[in-house]
């Protein structure tokens, strides 16, 4: 029988860069739900497939737009985050790699966190008859996946010296964002922050406040968009000049 790390030995394998209270306390939790998976004859990528099944587990319930099934939904939601970040901890702790597990993990991350505000929208839907919630849902979703999208992609480029170029912006950092220090800016993004538990979605739901969360959403998504999407063009714009000079 394989031999289970302690959890001070996977403590090693906690991720050291979460910067706001709510994620570092996930990152903690996740440690301890790794050890539990790591006493289970589980892959790490049947872990990622379990995490992504809670979530659309708890999207379904989101679904009828009851009270008590929409605060389980969401409850069930944040403990597929939980056990999200676990799966990461038992790959490493048994030095199990996959890129399937990876691409599984990012699909399920975009699939997950778009439909959670259509699932929202539509349990308002169902239960007031208010169709307008689908606006900011429609718009939340949307700018998140296009977000996403709008990384920068060493394999857009077809000309060689023009990949290299971007995988030097890419993997060189240039172009990455710095992590905040600002606490403030830090606890903001943890309270929005979609995966986080007791989070604004968390609060809005249980509060009765729906439509008030899909607004925050849409608002915060397009934000994130714009902001993401001018700083890439800007720096890659001055990256250019610069070697032009």
């Known amino acids: 029988m394989r031999s289970v790390p302690s959890i001070k030995e ?3 394998y906690e991720n050291k860069d979460a910067q706001g209270p709510i994620l570092r306390a996930c990152d903690f939790i996740a440690v301890y739900a790794g050890k539990v998976f790591l006493c289970l004859p589980l892959t790490p990528n049947q872990v990622t497939l379990l995490w992504i099944v809670v979530k659309m587990i708890g999207l379904l319930l989101l679904v009828p737009g009851e009270y008590l ?4 939904g969401v409850l069930l939601f944040h403990l ?18 996959s890129l399937n597990g990876i691409y599984m993990d990012y699909v399920g991350h975009y699939i997950t966190n778009s439909l959670v505000l259509i ?3 539509y349990g308002v839907a169902v239960q007031t008859g208010a169709f307008g919630a689908f606006v900011p849902a ?18 857009w480029y077809s000309n060689p010296a023009q990949r290299a ?11 990455a964002l710095k992590k905040s220090k600002n606490k403030i800016a830090a606890i903001i993004f943890d309270v929005i922050r979609l995966e986080n538990p007791f989070n604004v979605l968390f609060w809005g739901v249980a509060l009765g406040y729906p439509v008030i969360v899909l607004w925050i959403y849409a608002v915060s998504n397009f934000l994130e968009m714009a902001r993401k999407i001018f700083i890439q063009f800007y720096r890659i714009y001055k990256n250019e000049k610069k070697a032009a000079v």
């Open 10 to 12: 996977l403590k090693k």
């Open 69 to 72: 099934l929409s605060v389980v």
């Open 80 to 97: 597929g985050s939980i056990i999200d970040g676990a799966d990461g901890i038992v790959a490493r702790a048994r030095q199990h790699f």
């Open 119 to 121: 699932a929202l929208a």
């Open 138 to 155: 429609a718009i939340g979703a949307f700018c998140f996946l296009v977000s996403k999208a709008s990384s920068l992609n060493p394999i």
């Open 165 to 175: 170029k971007a995988e030097e912006l890419i993997y060189g950092k240039t172009i």
